[in-house]
């Protein structure tokens, strides 16, 4: 949430939230001259960085519209309720909006100040997930179904307009005056090749919500998958697996192996035994006594576990942490997956699979964040080479380097690894958990949470940037339930690390 003395453009944050798919939100009571101002400079900034700034003129046209409309949705609620007129009963709506316009623009400070005194906001956020720019203007009133039925008339009739001279045949509402505006913003839409379905207007109980969606464009999307996969294809640098990981993967994977060779094929390497040994004896198994040998602990964890450490262990070996950026990378990483095992300990307890999955795959979520920092200088020079040869702007690769696409990147190395499904998926799609295949929404949703929670604790993000979906997945219904569980979660992550 800004206020006005905040009003400050961070462009590191807003390239922060498009990287990883946050939603940037600037919520307002009254919309005063300065908000509008940093609305414009925060669209301009965020559309640079998504490489669409040809767009700005007309997004913050369509933005300021909408919120200008929003906010005389707030003013006729508290006109309407000092009147003592029922907004819902068609004579007095009829009374109320004839004298609507006058009375309001007449002492315009009052009423908005009686907007602020009751909370009602205007809100705007803006976002980049499934190659789309989403923009929306929420209100915290719900609209009527006359004034649905009037808007949706309006965006009909202009529909039918191919340029604002037509448009200004339509007749007005003067008690409202939302006409002209809507109509112009669809002409707009039109003019940058975007049909009808790209905006829309909806209410719910507790909101009105003005959503606007405008594809990313196509040849900066294709160049960015290109370069990921070429990335993924020419990393000699990054190698599969150590041989003695996948031997011991492959016997996990035979019906004729048993305990005992797994554990033995193990214990031939030391630095692996103690390593395994070590994250069996953290707090995240929770076992009643020590395990000190490694047949002990291939019994007690099982063969999921197993398989799960493995996948873990491999891929810290693989990509090091021998910066100080992969160590924080790691450091993240470590406390995702706590975070995400205890969302399941806590919430989805009975579900013993997902339970030993969703460590690992917070462990895992962000690798495709440190392969850049993980590759030979060699292979940098090289996929700079590709870029000159295929056309690509070197702007392309410093996005992909930057960390933009960097889930669809680390889900193609977890493909190149031959990672199951739900490893590939959680890292996919741990930015945008509704994008995620319905059977692997569980697994995803946790993974997104305690990511998320660790960009909330922080302050980089606030409760009404997170996924609803994903909150009521895990009853998460308030802002003061999340903060009691990351409260408890932080606590427990602190304790784990003193030792």
């Keep these: 949430m800004v206020s006005v003395p905040d009003l400050v453009v961070d462009e590191s944050k807003i390239k922060k939230a498009i990287q990883s798919g946050i939603p940037l939100t600037i919520t307002t009571f009254t919309m005063p001259r300065e908000i509008e101002v940093y ?68 002492n315009i400070g009052h009423y908005l100040q009686l907007q602020k005194e009751k909370g009602l906001y205007i809100k705007l956020s803006m976002q980049i997930k499934q190659n789309t720019m989403h923009f929306e203007v929420r209100n915290n009133v719900a609209a009527s179904k006359t004034e649905l039925i009037r808007i949706h008339d309006k965006l009909a009739r202009s529909r039918q307009y191919n340029n604002l001279e037509e448009a200004l045949s339509l007749v007005l509402d003067d008690s409202e005056g939302a006409g002209l505006g809507l109509v112009i913003l669809v002409l707009m839409l039109k003019k940058i090749g975007l049909d009808e379905d790209c905006f829309d207007i909806t209410s719910s109980e507790k909101e009105t919500i003005a959503r606007l969606t405008i594809p990313l464009d196509k040849t900066r999307l294709e160049n960015l998958s290109i370069l990921s996969e070429a990335v993924v294809a020419n990393i000699d640098a990054l190698p599969q697996f150590p041989e003695n990981i996948l031997l011991i993967q492959k016997l996990i994977s035979d019906p004729k192996s048993d305990m005992p060779i797994i554990a033995r094929q193990i214990s031939m390497d030391p630095a692996l035994t103690a390593d395994l040994l070590k994250i069996v004896n953290s707090a995240y198994y929770m076992l009643s006594k020590k395990v000190d040998n490694i047949s002990e602990a291939v019994k007690m964890v099982g063969i999921n576990g197993i398989k799960n450490l493995l996948y873990s262990y491999g891929t810290q070996k693989v990509l090091g942490d021998d910066t100080v950026d992969k160590r924080k990378l ?83 190395v977890a493909e190149k690894w031959n990672f199951p499904d739900r490893l590939t998926m959680s890292i996919r799609y741990h930015h945008d958990p509704t994008s995620a295949p319905e059977n692997f929404r569980d697994l995803v949703d946790t993974v997104y949470l305690a990511n998320i929670f660790c960009e909330y604790e922080v302050g980089n993000v606030g409760y009404d940037q997170l996924e609803p979906a994903s909150l009521q997945n895990f009853k998460i219904t308030s802002k003061k339930r999340l903060d009691n569980i990351l409260e408890r979660f932080s606590s427990g992550f602190v304790r784990e690390n003193q030792f």
Excluded at 337 to 363: E, H, M, P, Q, R
């Design 39 to 106: 609305i414009e400079s925060v669209i301009d900034v965020f559309l640079k960085q998504a490489d669409q700034i040809k767009l700005k003129d007309y997004i913050v046209y369509c933005i300021q519209e909408l919120a200008v409309n929003a906010k005389k949705a707030n003013t006729k609620r508290v006109y309407f309720t000092e009147r003592g007129l029922d907004l819902l009963n068609p004579n007095d709506y009829k009374e109320g909006m004839e004298s609507f316009k006058e009375i309001t623009l007449s």
């Design 330 to 412: 790691w450091e993240h990483s470590y406390k995702t997956a706590f975070y995400a095992y205890n969302l399941v300990k806590n919430y989805k307890g009975t579900d013993k699979n997902l339970l030993d999955d969703s460590y690992v795959c917070g462990i895992l979520h962000d690798i495709g964040k440190i392969i850049f920092s993980a590759v030979h200088p060699d292979l940098l020079n090289k996929i700079k080479n590709f870029c000159a040869e295929k056309n690509i702007p070197a702007s392309t690769f410093e996005d992909l380097s930057a960390g933009t696409n960097h889930a669809e990147l680390g889900a193609l």
